[in-house]
């Protein structure tokens, strides 16, 4: 399989997994599960054909690792980066580690600085264990710079932390308060 075909897969999968699966006409469950047969055939009628053998090597070579098959391998979800407010990942609070690290760009920093880290439209702010990982995504968004997150110091303060499928840590907003900047 092409990667061109993969990562446009791979977006469009992100799109109604994550944030609207109303755009092909379906629903994900209560935890975030779309039917594997349903979404390939409303995908197919929606003018993105996909097959189970492009959708398994999607999920089977993705780095970031972002979906995940049920055990029967009959549904699918994304891994985290929900929109959509009403799935709940079944994730359990875990201690993080002291320090974690978020990758964003330089523009955003004066904001951070006076709001702290918020969600936005998703969930939950996403955090990383490694500082590679941060870098990485904020190249995404341009010029990067990476946050240190005060993790257990805010975990000691009554902030849950989550740790998605992929390696992902999740949490609410970070106060200002709890962020160290370059």
Known sequence: MSKSRLESTSKF??????????????QLDANGWADVA????KAAQHGKPITRELLNEVVATSDKKRFAFSADEQSIRANQGHSVAAVDLELRPTPPPPVLYHGTASRFVDSIK????RSQSRNHVHLSSQMETAVSVGKRH?????????????????????????????????PAAFIGFP
Do not use: C, K
């Open 114 to 117: 006076a709001t702290g880290l």
């Open 142 to 174: 341009g010029s990067p710079v990476v946050l240190t997150i005060q993790a257990q110091a805010m975990h000691a303060q009554g902030h849950p932390f989550y740790l998605s499928e992929n390696g992902v840590w999740l949490t609410a907003d970070v």
């Open 38 to 41: 349903e979404l390939l055939e």
């Open 13 to 26: 999968l992100s799109l109604i997994l994550r944030h609207a699966p109303e755009t092909i006409g379906i």
